[in-house]
């Protein structure tokens, strides 16, 4: 049967001006089933979602805040029989909270500690049974083996930076022990059937950088953006581990990519730290041509870098036995040279700059301070590195550059000044190995309109779907690459083009390369993100996060998916063809 996302057979989302609006705008041969809302009771028999009785104990058993990357895991692991396209286990990251729009009376400044303990629980991600019925739609399951994953959730540090002391807090002296993960934004799912989920943005959750003496800890803590004095959350107010004033240390146990087994999910959840500690967007992968796991990531900040961590040891085919596989290997940040070609650098302890005679103790301290090991090594500051991803159909590996307004000396990677609407890089591996330490690189697209020069391959602004600010992306298996964005509405704001935040597809070889298609418009306010294909690749899952952001509870600027003067929910919906 053809492929029901093939960009051949459908006719591009016309966005209707003015935007924004609060609908979604879909393509005409597609329709749309929102599965799950924020609130959702994950269990049998619970009380509808009701945003005035919502406690720390409710949430912590309902859908999170804030949908953000989604994985698609078929009931049992491995399976791709028929039933593997409309029976799953549905990952979803939630990623942050937004008080104002959630918690009734939240005043700015002064939470109550059953305030706070809402908002831990509304991060993590939850795993829930997906199905499609007999008329197409998609629904979820409350069940009793659903799992949420929260901020308090207990996770293991493992790997080379585990139990090192500077991960010791009062609470953990062995430095191995953590409570939760925070701002989990993309992911990626391991040829073994795991789950990884990435730590982006954990500077907001930490107070008083100003008490922190160690000079090298404050100039990262520095350029994460930990503020110096109190946070905008106030969790530290009820939560001492989040006061670096009390717990110095804390922050160093957050920033990582956490492994997740859905199919234990009573496990502990695994945070590894040889994959090292920065604002990691996503953590897609390949394995390489000699049978080993290459995992790339990009550190989501302006002039920051791209990594990509090749473990050690090969894949085996039994899942038992890759169940340490993340925690031996080798960290790479990537140099994008001029004429384009490329070189993964190696963060190794002991090489190049690395090494004691400059303050590198060991290889705790250089994935750590990944960061700053990077820019150490020569590593490119880049135009906001967010999701990357390879090609297992054409071999490349593509890298979202969601856009940089700070720049001002360009390079051929990072060409625009003033980089407002980002762009899409495509590397392709030396042997087309992602074990290779040298690659060549080119510009896929140049994201925006006219008005910037934007180039979409082979085609100009006005014979595509235009986008701008490009986040998540993933590749189907004819080897279309989906681009979801977010940020589009302001980079667009005072321009001729219409736009809220889109799903788009296009072709990377042939004729139609660069030749962007939108799917699916997200609503007032939103960001899409977490595109993610069922195992027969007939649904295409995606989160609409933050819709109404800007508004309050008692305000609100957007009324979806409940409509009516409802409180905005983000969701993930269930894009299928008609
Ligand atoms: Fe959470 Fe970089 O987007
Ligand atoms: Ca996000
Ligand atoms: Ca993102
Ligand atoms: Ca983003």
Known sequence: AAHAFDLTTWTAAQPT?????????IAPEFTHDVVIRWGDPLRPGRAPFDVTALTAAEQAERFGFNADYTAWFPRRRGDTGPRAGTEGLLWVNHEYTDPVMMLPGYVEGSPTREQVD????????????????????WRYEPHR???????????????????????????????????????????????????????ENVDQYFANRSTVTDARQQASLTRFGVPEGASERRWEAHHPRFDLAQEPNEVNRFGWVVEIDPYDPRATPRKRTALGRFKHEAAAGTT????????????????????????????????RRNRDLLDAGTLYAARFDDDGSGVWLPLVHGQGPLTPENGWADQAEVLLYAREAASALGATPMDRPEDIEPNPVTGSVYVALTNN????????????????????????????????????????LLAGDATDGAVYGGFTPDQVSELACPDNLAVDSLGQLWIATDGAPSAFRGRPTAMNDAVLGLPVVGSGRGRTQQIFGAVYGAEMTGVFFNTTETTMFASVQHPGEGGTLAEPTSNWPDGGTSVPRSAVVAIRRR
């Not at 002391?165 to 990626?188: E, K």
């Not at 080993?292 to 085919?317: C, I, L, M, N, Q």
């Open 17 to 25: 001006a003015p935007a924004p609006f609060d609908a979604p705008v």
């Open 118 to 137: 809402i908002e831990l629980a509304a991060h993590g991600g939850s795993l829930v049974r997906v199905r499609q019925e007999r008329d197409g739609s």
């Open 145 to 199: 083996d659903n799992v949420r994953i929260t901020a308090t959730t207990p996770m293991q540090l493992t790997g080379p930076a585990a139990g090192h002391p500077l991960l010791r807090t009062s609470a953990d002296p062995t430095g191995t022990r953590v409570l939760g993960m925070l701002n989990n934004c993309g992911g990626g799912v391991t040829p073994w059937g795991t789950l990884l989920t990435c730590e």
């Open 288 to 319: 390489t041509a000699d049978g080993r796991y290459a995992v790339y990531s990009g550190d989501d900040s302006r002039f920051e870098h791209v990594f990509k961590f090749v473990t050690r040891d090969r894949v085996s085919p039994s899942a």
């Open 405 to 444: 307004s700070r720049r001002t000396e360009t390079d051929a990677a990072n060409p625009r000044p003033g980089n407002a609407t980002g762009h899409v890089l495509e590397i392709v591996e030396a042997g087309s190995d992602a074990g290779a330490t040298t690659f060549a690189w080119g510009i896929l």
